[in-house]
C-alpha cells in the first residue's frame, strides 16, 4: 500500500486537500479504488495516512545530557524534516482540511499531539532533574518552538534552517521565569 500512500503524498501537494479523490489516487498508482477502501474508509483517513507515512517513524528521544541540549536536538530535527520538499508541500492542505472539511476535523491535531509525545518526554525528564520547575506546562514549550517552524513554513517561507535560529529560541524558552534556577 505504499504505492497508494506515496500518490497520496503527491497529489496532495499537487492538487490540495479540496481536490484530492480516491479516484485520482487510484488513477496515479494503479490501485483499484475497492482494494484502497479496503484499508481506508474515506479520503480523510487515507490524506493523514500519507502524511504520516510521509514523515516516517517518530524518532528516538535524544538524551544528550541536558534540556537545552535535547530540545536543540530534536528542533533542528523537526526543521529538517519540514524542509522537505513534500512534507513542507503537503502540510499547508491539512491546515486546509482541518479547517473546512467536518470529516477531517481533529484529525491532523490528533497526528501532531501522537508526534509531539517524544519531545514531551524531554520536558518531563527535564523536570525530573530539577532543569525546570514541576509546574511547567510542556505545552507552552512545544508551542512556542514548534510555532516558530511553522509559522515560518506556513505564513512566511522564511529559512527554517537560518544558523542560530533554533538555539536562540531554545535560549529564549528556557530563560524564562519557570525554569528553575540552580
Known amino acids: 500500500m505504499s ?17 484530492l479523490t480516491l479516484e485520482l489516487v487510484s488513477q496515479r498508482c494503479g490501485v483499484a479504488r475497492s482494494t484502497i477502501y479496503r484499508y481506508w474508509r474515506n479520503v480523510p483517513d ?5 502524511f504520516d507515512a510521509a514523515l516516517g517513524p517518530n524518532p528516538p528521544v535524544p538524551d544528550l545530557g541536558d534540556v ?10 523537526l526543521s529538517k524534516i519540514l524542509r522537505r520538499s513534500i512534507w513542507g508541500k503537503a ?3 491539512l491546515v486546509e482540511a482541518t479547517h473546512n472539511d467536518p470529516n477531517f476535523e481533529g484529525l491532523l491535531p490528533k497526528l501532531v499531539e501522537r508526534r509531539r509525545e ?14 525546570l520547575h514541576k509546574d511547567i506546562s510542556a505545552d507552552w514549550i512545544l508551542d512556542m518552538l ?11 517561507g522564511t ?24
Request: proline share 1%.
Open 91 to 93: 502540510m499547508p492542505a
Open 118 to 131: 517524544s519531545t514531551r518526554l524531554i520536558i518531563e525528564r527535564a523536570i525530573t532533574r530539577g532543569e
Open 159 to 182: 529559512d527554517m534552517g537560518e544558523t542560530g535560529l533554533i538555539e536562540w529560541a531554545v535560549d529564549s524558552v528556557l530563560s524564562q521565569s519557570y525554569v528553575q534556577s540552580s
Open 3 to 19: 504505492a497508494v500512500l506515496g500518490a497520496t503524498i503527491d497529489l496532495l501537494s499537487e492538487v490540495g486537500y479540496r481536490r
Open 146 to 156: 514548534s510555532g516558530l517552524l511553522y509559522h515560518r513554513l506556513l505564513i512566511t
Open 46 to 50: 487515507l490524506a493523514l495516512a500519507a
Open 68 to 77: 537545552r541540549s535535547d530540545l536543540i536536538f530534536s528542533y533542528d530535527r
